[in-house]
C-alpha cells in the first residue's frame, strides 16, 4: 500500500493531529510501509518541523482561514492515483473538499480523522462561529462526510459528543485507540541542568505543556495555583508551549505582580527538551474545557505522572478508573480542590499514583494499540482495492 495523509498545516503548534501523524510515522517505518504528508505549508516553513513526519509535499502558501489552496488540487489531480487510500485531518478547510473532490473522481477511498472538531463545546462557546459552520454543512461539509470510507473517532467519548453536535447518524464510522509510542528519555530522572538552563528554583514542579489558549482552561490553573502557593510555598508552576497572544495578555492581567516569579513561561518545547521537562515535574495539570484526547496529558502518563484535569477531556474516565490522576469539572472552584487533594496525597499514595499513570498509558494509551485499530483498516480497503 501507499498511504497518503493531508492536513492543513504541519507546524507542531496546532497540538495532536500533527503528533499523531508523527507517532504514526514510527510504525509505517516498522513495517515498511510507504506514506506521504500534503500540506498547505510552504517549503521554506517545512524544513522548520519536518524531522520524525513522513515525506511532506507542501503546497502552501493557502489563503484565509479557509486555507484555500488551488496548487493542493492541482497536486491531487496529478498524484493521486499514486495512492491506495488518503487519511484527511481535520474538517472545516479546504483540504478537506480537495481530497473529496478528487479522491471520488478516481474512486480512491479517504477517511476522515474529525480531531475534536465536531464536539458541541466550540458551537457553545462561539455561536457566530457555529453559524457560518451550519451554512457549510449544508452546502458541502456533510456531502464530504457522507460520501467519505468513514469517519475516525479516538474514543467513545469523541463519537457520542460529536453525535449531540451535527446530524452524523448515517455516516460510516470508526473507533480507533489512540495512541503514542511515550517517553523515550528511560529511567524517568530528573534533569537539574536542564531545569538550570530553563531558571527553574528547586521546587516541585506543577507543569502544564501545550498550546496557551482559551480552550485549555490556564485561567483556571492559574488562579488554582496561586491559591495552592498561600497552602505551600514548595511549587512552582511551568506553562510551556505556543500562545494565542491575545489570550496570554489575559492571563498576565491575572498575574499579581509579587507572585511572577513563581510561575516560569519557557515558550514552546519540542523532542527531548519536553521529556526533560515532564521528566523533572511532580504533576501535570490541564483545566481544559474540550480536548479530543489530549497527547500531551498521555505524554505525562508515559513519564510516570498523574494527572490533574477535567471531565472535559475524553480519556477522563480511563484515568480514573486507573486512578493515574485526579478529575475535576471544568471551574476553578472544582479544580482547586482536585489540586488540594493533590497536594495534600503522602508519599504512598502519589507513589502509587505514579506507578498507576505508567500502567494506564501502557494498557489503554500505547501507539501498539493505534496501529493494531488503524491497520485493521487498512488491510480491508487493501483487499477492496
Not at 484565509?64 to 498524484?79: R, V
Not at 490533574?308 to 485526579?326: C, H, P, S
Request: glycine content about 4%.
Amino acid at each position: 500500500m501507499k498511504i497518503l495523509h493531508v492536513i492543513d498545516s504541519c507546524h507542531p503548534k496546532i497540538g495532536g493531529p500533527i503528533e499523531g501523524i508523527k507517532q504514526l510515522n514510527m510504525m509505517y517505518r516498522k513495517y515498511n510501509i510507504s506514506v506521504n504528508l500534503l500540506s498547505s505549508n510552504t517549503s521554506t516553513e517545512i524544513i522548520k518541523f519536518k524531522k520524525d513526519l513522513p515525506k511532506i509535499y507542501a503546497t502552501g502558501p493557502s489563503l484565509g482561514k479557509f486555507s484555500y489552496n488551488k496548487k493542493m488540487l492541482i497536486w491531487l489531480q496529478e498524484k493521486i492515483n499514486n495512492y491506495s487510500l488518503v487519511f484527511i485531518h481535520g474538517i472545516w478547510q479546504y483540504h478537506n473538499y480537495a481530497v473529496w473532490k478528487i479522491a471520488k473522481e478516481n474512486n480512491i477511498p479517504f477517511f476522515i480523522f474529525p480531531h475534536g472538531s465536531l464536539d458541541p463545546w466550540f458551537n457553545q462557546k462561539y455561536p457566530l462561529k457555529y453559524i457560518k459552520k451550519i451554512i457549510y454543512w449544508y452546502l458541502l461539509q456533510y456531502k464530504i462526510l457522507s460520501d467519505s470510507s468513514g469517519l475516525i473517532f479516538t474514543s467513545n467519548s469523541e463519537l457520542r459528543l460529536a453525535c449531540k453536535s451535527f446530524n452524523i447518524k448515517k455516516i460510516k464510522k470508526f473507533i480507533v485507540r489512540y495512541g503514542i509510542n511515550g517517553n523515550p528519555l528511560y529511567p524517568f530522572k530528573k534533569d537539574m541542568l536542564f531545569e538550570k538552563k530553563l531558571n527553574l528554583p528547586n521546587k516541585k514542579l506543577i507543569l502544564y505543556i501545550g498550546r496557551i489558549s482559551e480552550k485549555k482552561g490556564i485561567d483556571i490553573l492559574i488562579k488554582s495555583f496561586f491559591q495552592i502557593l498561600k497552602i505551600s510555598k514548595d511549587f512552582h508552576l511551568v506553562i510551556a508551549g505556543p500562545s494565542d497572544k491575545k489570550y496570554l495578555k489575559f492571563l498576565y492581567t491575572l498575574i499579581p505582580a509579587e507572585l511572577t516569579s513563581n510561575i516560569s513561561w519557557p515558550g514552546p518545547l519540542y523532542g527531548d527538551d519536553k521529556w526533560k521537562l515532564l521528566n523533572s515535574c511532580s504533576l501535570f495539570c490541564s483545566a481544559s474545557h474540550q480536548e479530543n484526547f489530549g497527547i500531551s496529558i498521555v505524554e505525562a502518563l508515559s513519564s510516570k505522572k498523574p494527572v490533574l484535569t477535567t471531565n472535559k477531556v475524553n480519556i477522563f474516565k480511563t484515568i480514573k478508573k486507573y486512578n493515574a490522576g485526579i478529575i475535576t469539572n471544568d471551574n476553578y472552584k472544582s479544580f482547586l480542590n482536585g489540586f488540594k487533594r493533590f497536594i495534600y496525597l503522602d508519599k504512598k499514595d502519589y507513589d502509587c499514583m505514579k506507578k498507576n499513570s505508567y500502567k494506564c498509558f501502557q494498557e489503554k494509551f500505547h501507539l501498539n494499540n493505534y496501529f493494531i485499530d488503524l491497520k485493521k483498516i487498512l488491510i480491508k480497503t487493501n483487499k477492496r482495492k
